[in-house]
């Protein structure tokens, strides 16, 4: 079997057998197929799409491109969270601990920055001497000992999704439901999900812009789920505008340890609140959505959930006096207070146009393997259906270069869309 003639194939709308998506990800995998073969095919699926069967296939060989794990002999039962991905969207910063806090071990296998959504494992990166890197050993051990594990994909756990993720980041081959879809539950089944909680993304600052294709994604990954034998739950959440009000990744973590300590924005605590929720139910830790919000609200007021971050950030070898006193993470240079031009109310706040950039401040990647600079991002003083008077705060930008602070004032401003009349908030959730 030859790489190009399975690239040849899906150009040409084939569907991949099994064999050949197999043959695929493991030439890949080994380094035998190139980069440069890989991101043709990955482009060729993106425009012409795949079968369940095959995305179904794809997902499985991912999966067993490395090991899998088996927790059983750590924890009763494992439960994962993943994100389809969106802007502001820090919520396993928050939603880990607080879960972990309330009796639910829990270990999660997170991803870098992709496009303009941002990613877990760069945000979490801010604190200094954070390892993500964690052997199986390292990952089953800490469960055990902590209760909670936030670690990238270097344990050998779906390498081939770890060097496909890193490929479509920068090859413009983000945004395709079946290479999402077997992204994403690779990860779970390798990392030995048995409950998988998945919150898609939903609007402009989602890879999927209508609740039509995020029902569809949705819908997808439940069935690999349960081909593979593990349950699936999904949500729909609302991306439209960005979740909570920091983009970037010192300004999340930052907006996240606020959350734990009990303050941070009212939809990103709601958000994680109701997500904390459904995985204690999954967890067979509450026995029902409403007792599971209360243990979630209650980790928070506590303590108890800020106490596990701490735990996680020691054990990861992170400097936890950045968490115990926030003021020493490094801040940008140029930190500048953007107001408004005009009154009205927020009809957009465009989280798309935000996230890229984000991107081109330095947050996320434009290579690559590319540094991500931890310090820059925004601050969005406001949501859709708020009422804003004209020179009253909009957003802030965090910038460590002049002249990308200036594009990034401008873009910025082309995502606030605004009305005479009266205009509703945005919901956080979608049924
Ligand atoms: N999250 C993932 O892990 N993979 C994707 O492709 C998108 C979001």
Redesign the pocket.
């Known amino acids: 079997m030859r790489a190009v003639d399975v690239i040849i194939k899906k150009r040409e709308k084939g569907e991949l057998t099994s064999d050949e998506l197999k043959f695929f990800v493991d030439g890949f995998t080994t380094g035998e197929i190139p980069d440069y073969q890989v991101s043709a095919w990955a482009m060729a699926v993106l425009l012409n799409g795949m079968t369940p069967r095959e995305t179904v296939a794809l997902t499985l060989a991912m999966a067993h491109s490395g090991e899998i794990l088996d927790l059983s002999d750590v924890v009763d039962i494992a439960v994962d969270k993943?994100?389809?991905?969106g802007v502001g969207d820090k919520t396993t910063l928050v939603v880990l601990p607080v879960v972990a806090a309330c009796g639910l071990p829990v270990g999660k296998m997170?991803?870098r920055g992709?496009g303009f959504?941002g990613?877990t494992l760069d945000k979490i990166e801010s604190i200094p001497g954070f390892r993500v890197n964690l052997s199986t050993d390292e990952f089953k051990q800490q469960l055990k000992d902590i209760g909670i594990v936030l670690a990238g994909q270097s344990l050998d756990l779906a390498p081939a999704?770890g060097k496909l993720?890193a490929l479509?980041d920068v090859t413009g081959t983000?945004q395709?439901i079946p290479?999402?879809?077997?992204?994403?539950m690779s990860?779970k089944i390798a990392a030995g999900a048995q409950a998988i909680l998945l919150d898609v993304k939903v609007g402009l600052g989602a890879?999927m812009e209508t609740l039509a294709e995020a029902r569809a994604l949705s819908g997808l990954m439940v069935d690999i789920g349960k081909l593979a034998g593990r349950q699936v739950v999904t949500l729909l959440s609302d991306m439209n505008q960005p979740l909570g009000q920091a983009v970037g990744n010192t300004l999340e973590v930052l907006e996240a340890v606020d959350t734990l300590k009990g303050a941070g924005p009212a939809d990103f605590r709601e958000h994680c609140l109701h997500v904390s929720a459904h995985m204690l139910v999954l967890g067979r830790r509450a026995p029902d959505l409403i007792a599971g919000r209360r243990m979630a609200e209650l980790a928070i007021s506590s303590g108890t959930a800020l106490k596990k971050f701490c735990l996680l950030v020691v054990a990861q070898d992170g400097d936890v006096s950045f968490v115990d006193d926030t003021r020493k993470f490094p801040v940008a240079q140029f930190i500048e207070v953007v107001k408004a031009n005009q009154s009205g109310y927020l009809a957009e706040v465009n989280a798309r146009i935000i996230g890229e950039a984000a991107v081109t401040l330095g947050a996320g990647r434009a290579k690559k393997g590319d540094p991500v600079d931890h310090a820059v991002g925004f601050i969005i003083h406001r949501k859709v259906g708020d009422f804003v008077e004209k020179n009253q705060p909009l957003f802030t930008i965090h910038a460590n270069d002049k002249a990308k602070q200036a594009e990034a004032r401008e873009t910025v401003m082309s995502a606030f869309k605004w009305s005479a009349q009266p205009v509703p908030s945005l919901p956080l959730f979608y049924s």
């Open positions: 993943h994100s389809s991905g997170s991803g992709l959504s990613g999704d993720y479509r983000v395709s290479l999402i879809a077997s992204s994403i990860k890879f």
